[in-house]
């Protein structure tokens, strides 16, 4: 039986690895491009990855297609947790796993006349769901671009295309400023800046992480992406979202989410460690940044925390309560945080 979780003789990755990778550099997608459109989410690759375990099952029942289909989940779930690559991924890639086999049951229940056909409506479904999925970005940027209001500043956080989709859409009628913090330990906001200054030609600044309180009170509105959107209507996004959010109810900013729904997730976290392990990624905490004065040249050397005496923790995200979240932007419509649970509800009914 030739399963989702299957290797390669050359290589010995799972199959359903190769294709995640596979579908995440397909159709042009550029990870280091903000707003090349074509590249595909976290979410919709693991779909995509999915049915081709569907594709490749030698299934003969509605049982052992669901378990090949879960252990497929639990290969990507895992890989996503154990990437070191700076980012989290496990949550998306959870939110688009459950999704596609919630889908799978339902289309099971229908009793179509044998199992083959139900495989193929499997596969005929999935491909039309993915195509929708891909095209969520735009439809949020049409709904969420009329927030952004001539001769505003708008500060964001981190590296997101459904974020870059908002401003250039809104870009293309309207002049305003962005700021966007620096983005440590990876510099997102950083790369991002280069992208909104110089190729959609918004006048960008960038502040360190720490300095958003000192900016908050000259920005208009705040606008972030999310890794993942949880059940109570909070947010799973890169680290120093929560405290960003914070920051902006404390001075009266509107803080703003633009999220696909199939970011939505069935978690209900309360505190910062109920949020799934999203991996521990060890860093220096000072950058080889030459700092270059007129009266002298400082070079600031990176530490060593190598030693057993010092623990580091490096989480790549937070958990952002919905208190502290004015509307979220979505495909699905411009929702309160306690409207998430509703929908949630209809995803996976």
Known sequence: MTTGTSTTAADE??????DLKKHLQSSHGDDDNLFDKSATAMPVAAIKALLGVV?????????????????????????ATTSTDGRSHSIAVRSGCELFLKYVTRTFLEELPDFEQCRQAVLTRG?????????????????????????????THGWSRVVASILLQAASTKHF?????????????????????????????????????YIMDTVDI????????????GIVNK???????????????????AAESYKFARLYPLLQRDIPNVGNIP???????????????????????????????????????PKFI????????????????DELIRLYQ
């Open 13 to 18: 990755i799972p199959l359903v690895l190769q």
């Open 55 to 79: 594709e490749r099952s030698q299934a003969t029942t509605m049982m052992e297609m669901q378990n090949e289909l879960k252990q497929a989940s639990d290969c990507m779930m895992n890989a």
């Open 127 to 155: 491909e039309r769901f993915a195509g929708i999925s891909l095209a969520a970005r735009d439809r949020i940027a049409d709904l969420a671009s009329d927030f952004i209001q001539e001769g505003q500043t708008v500060l």
């Open 177 to 213: 400023d962005i700021v966007i913090l620096e983005g440590r330990p990876d510099a997102a906001g950083a790369r991002a800046a280069q992208f909104y200054s110089q190729r959609a030609k918004i006048p960008t600044t960038v502040v360190l992480d720490s300095a958003m309180g």
């Open 222 to 233: 705040v606008l972030v992406g999310a890794e993942g959107v949880v059940e109570n209507g």
């Open 239 to 257: 680290m120093g979202t929560n405290a960003l959010a914070t920051c902006a109810q404390a001075n009266g900013k509107p803080f703003y989410v």
């Open 283 to 321: 860093m220096q905490f000072c950058d080889t940044t030459t700092n270059t004065t007129k009266e002298k040249e400082t070079s600031f050397a990176p530490v060593d925390l190598s030693s057993d005496k010092v623990k580091v923790e490096n989480p790549p995200c937070d958990y952002t309560p």
């Open 326 to 341: 004015t509307l979220l932007f979505t495909d699905l419509g411009v929702l309160t945080p306690s409207a998430v649970s």
